[in-house]
């Protein structure tokens, strides 16, 4: 069975104040996005507790967005900590898609990482 589920994914460092600020206001904009939509799955990732998972993706700027879908990675970049810039991006990457979206193409260390976190996700 294919997985089908949605990726919400922050990538963060545990030292970034910013980050610590962020964490809730992520929470609350994915938890209405969700909103009972059990495909959807959030992350909250460290890139220094897990850098055999973040791999060859190289975060400058947190926080770090990463949306993935069963189509494939639909974002990945930098975003400004605010919540409505949050529900803009979230909105168009996972609430508001057709089934005929076209996503625009990534690194491939970020395809690479979308692979791994998908196959531990499975597990």
Same mark, same amino acid.
């Given at each position: 069975?294919?997985? @089908?589920? +949605?990726? +919400? *994914? ?14 809730? %206001?992520?929470? =609350? *904009?994915? $938890?209405?996005? $969700?909103?009972?939509? /059990? @495909? ?7 890139? &220094? /507790?897990? #850098? ?6 190289? *975060? ?6 990463? %949306? +993935?879908?069963?189509?494939?990675? @639909? ?6 900590? =605010?919540? &409505? ?8 990457? %996972?609430?508001?898609?057709? $089934?005929?979206?076209?996503?625009? $193409? %990534?690194?491939?260390? +970020?395809? #690479?990482?979308?692979?791994?976190? @998908? =196959?531990?996700? #499975?597990?």
């Amino acid at each position: 069975m294919p997985d @089908r589920a +949605i990726h +919400i *994914v922050c990538l963060c460092a545990a030292w970034c104040r910013l980050c610590d600020d962020y964490a809730p %206001v992520l929470e =609350q *904009v994915a $938890a209405e996005l $969700a909103a009972g939509d /059990d @495909r959807v799955l959030r992350h909250w990732i460290d890139i &220094e /507790d897990e #850098a055999e998972l973040v791999g060859e993706f190289d *975060v400058e700027t947190f926080p770090t967005l990463v %949306v +993935i879908g069963p189509d494939g990675v @639909r974002f990945a970049g930098p975003l400004t900590p =605010q919540p &409505e810039t949050l529900r803009r991006v979230l909105r168009a990457t %996972v609430a508001e898609t057709s $089934a005929d979206a076209r996503w625009p $193409a %990534v690194a491939p260390e +970020i395809d #690479a990482f979308a692979a791994r976190l @998908r =196959q531990r996700a #499975a597990v």
